[in-house]
């Protein structure tokens, strides 16, 4: 069993930045790879960013150069660096993780970018 808590989202103006974190109740380096995705209103859930155990990272095409994923194995715990952030990264933000076939999220949370 795999327990995912996300925190960091809030409000913020267009241009601005937030760091969004997931902890996780075991650790991180048991994990092959930890993504984020993002769902908004009426839109199917969106892949944002991955990460593997070797700290490598892929971002959709949408937050490239403006999103930076990273890994703290001591405090299990991932971060997603968010800057120059747009009206369109409104959506709630998930954690993911997948340990053999079971898939593991957290309860998401919500980011806002007014404009």
């Known amino acids: 069993q795999v327990q995912l808590v996300e925190s960091g989202g809030g409000l913020v103006q267009a241009g601005g930045s937030l760091r969004l974190s997931c902890a996780a109740s075991v650790s991180i380096f048991s994990l092959d790879v930890m993504r984020w995705y993002r769902q908004a209103p009426g839109k199917q859930r969106e892949l944002v960013a991955a990460?593997?155990?070797?700290?490598?990272?892929t971002y959709v095409d949408s937050v490239k150069g403006r999103f930076t994923l990273s890994r703290d194995n001591a405090k299990n715990t991932v971060y997603l660096q968010m800057n120059s952030l747009k009206p369109e990264d409104t959506a709630v933000y998930l954690c993911?993780?997948?340990?053999?076939?079971?898939?593991?999220w957290g309860q998401g949370t919500q980011v806002t970018v007014s404009s």
């Open positions: 990460i593997s155990r070797a700290a490598s990272t």
């Open positions: 993911h993780a997948k340990v053999s076939v079971f898939d593991y």
